[in-house]
């Protein structure tokens, strides 16, 4: 779980601009995704654990806009 963890926030890093803060947040989502996966045995509550995080994140950006530090 740890090495998924790993991947993903690698592999969600390139989306975030090399921005090194997102990575414990994200390593933790991949640990929890790659959790749910040995726990059902099944792809699908990742993929809509994955689904919400991404829309609650569309939704946030879209009614506060983009946040930029001062």
Do not use: D, K
């Amino acid at each position: 779980m740890a090495f998924n963890g790993a991947v993903f926030a690698a592999v969600h890093l390139m989306t975030y601009g090399q921005e090194f803060g997102y990575l414990p947040p994200l390593f933790l989502f991949g640990f929890v995704l790659s959790g749910l996966r040995a726990w059902t045995g099944s792809v699908g509550p990742g993929i809509v654990a994955h689904f919400v995080f991404n829309a609650t994140s569309l939704f946030l950006f879209l009614i506060a806009g983009p946040q930029l530090p001062s």
